[in-house]
């Protein structure tokens, strides 16, 4: 009787004891769900908080492209009617377009100089922009000078001459501004366009078209494109987190 009683007690003892780490176990399981549910509350706020930071910036963005378009073509109206184009880029939500057409600038034919025309032209119309430009300062993050080739010719020799162009192009300009800041100390322009301006020559890659046919005097030009300091930034950390863009998220809602 003593061997079975002793055999009762260590089967209950260790029945009690399995009851006990179980209670535990499931008591240390809630407590982790329960914690895991906090820091997936708080993630979720602080999701929403950026996300909604980023829908604003995205329409304080849309707003400031509006207004710099608005100053451009109000600053720009003479030249405008010169065939100076200004209007948005349709390829991009955060770009705007200044579109010289060659005729204005003079080049030569296969040649990059700017002729006395042009030169007179820019003086007219670098100043300007640099004003506007540089009075959104603090929105803007570049201004691409792009040259531009119609189909004619390779594509090496386009490209060079592009090239070329848009440089001679950004040399002529801040050419401009640093002697316009020596008779006018007032307004030094030119080390605010510096910070923004670079060139590219993109050839015969972006050729002019009307009804799918190349409008070839009109595929040879020069871009100023403006670029808005937004949200983009900010969106491409969101994707490095995993995060939905906010262009995603505004579309979802």
Known sequence: MTTEDSGSGLASSLTDLMTSLAVIFILLLVALVNNKQRELHATQEE?????????EAAKTTKTT?????VELKKQLADLRAQGV???????????????????????????HDIPRQGQEFLKAFVPTLAVVACSFREE??????????DSTGTD????????????????????????????DPNTPLESCFLELLSASGRGRRDPFLVNGVENRPRSRRV???????????????????????????ANAN
């Open 156 to 183: 090496e020799h386009n490209l060079k001459l592009s090239q070329d162009r848009s440089m001679e192009v950004v040399r002529e300009s801040l050419k401009i501004l640093a002697d316009q800041g020596r008779t």
């Open 47 to 55: 999701i929403d908080r950026i996300q909604k930071q980023l829908l």
């Open 65 to 69: 492209r509006e207004t710099i378009l």
């Open 223 to 249: 871009i100023f494109k403006i670029r808005v300091r937004s949200f983009e930034q900010r969106e491409r950390e969101l994707r490095n987190f995993g995060f939905a863009p906010v262009s995603e998220s």
């Open 140 to 149: 803007l993050t570049s201004i691409v000078v792009e040259g531009h080739a």
């Open 85 to 111: 184009e200004i209007k948005e880029d349709e390829t991009d939500p955060l770009g705007l377009l200044v579109v010289v057409p060659e005729g204005l600038l003079q080049f030569g034919v296969d040649q």
